[in-house]
């Protein structure tokens, strides 16, 4: 079931009171952003400040099914244990939250090849996959504009992987600039791995 959610700083409100404002305007869930993920991350544990917040958007029946992971988070990068170890913390913090879905850019580092590029990114990706394996919470690479743009490039890092923790978010603006492929192809090739949904009208 398909839930219209909202992304959490569109208001540029601290996530609490945009909450609130979203509820009253009859949104019942939204995509934790980048931005209420810092927020949250600064204030603290990630899994108890998950906790809080919760309990304090369900007494509002409000939820969080969705949300970004770091938005700058890029998991090509030579030291990438950095990046893995600050991705965990965010993984802590959505599930807490009661994210299911969290979505990823899947990074780029210019000058390497796509076969160097597809062997850091599942390097990466099965460390993340294999911590949150117990769990719902299913890691989504989001389609780019300047790399793995089209569904088969996402689906092929899936496959390396080997892990059911990895699904594929379709950004349909994304996907519009890079015309790698139709909106209803790309969902047909995706099949059961689309698990998240960015829409855009561009």
């Not at 809080?52 to 029946?61: D, F, P, Q, R, T």
């Not at 009661?98 to 160097?116: F, Q, R, Y």
Request: charged fraction near 30%; include cysteine.
């Amino acid at each position: 079931m398909i839930q219209p959610c909202i992304w959490t700083n569109f208001l540029k409100l601290p996530i609490e009171e945009a909450v609130k404002v979203f509820k009253e305007c009859g949104f019942d869930c939204g995509e934790l952003s980048d931005e209420h993920g810092k927020e949250l991350l600064s204030r603290g544990n990630g899994e108890k400040i998950g906790k809080e917040l919760k309990e304090y958007a369900n007494a509002l029946g409000f939820s969080f099914p969705q949300g970004h992971l770091k938005l700058n988070a890029n998991i090509c990068e030579e030291r990438f244990e950095d990046v893995t170890d600050e991705l965990k913390r965010w993984l802590d913090l959505f599930l807490a939250t009661g994210i299911e879905s969290a979505v990823l850019h899947s990074g780029l580092i210019a000058g390497k090849s796509d076969d160097e590029l597809l062997e850091k990114r599942c390097e990466v990706l099965t460390e993340l996959a294999d911590y949150i394996k117990e769990t719902n919470l299913t890691i989504c690479l989001e389609n780019l504009f300047r790399t793995t743009f089209s569904c088969d490039s996402l689906l092929n890092i899936i496959k390396n992987v080997g892990s059911d923790r990895l699904g594929i978010c379709l950004d349909t603006g994304h996907l519009n600039i890079t015309k790698a492929e139709g909106q209803y192809e790309f969902i047909k090739k995706a099949g059961s791995h689309l698990k998240a949904i960015h829409i855009a009208d561009n």
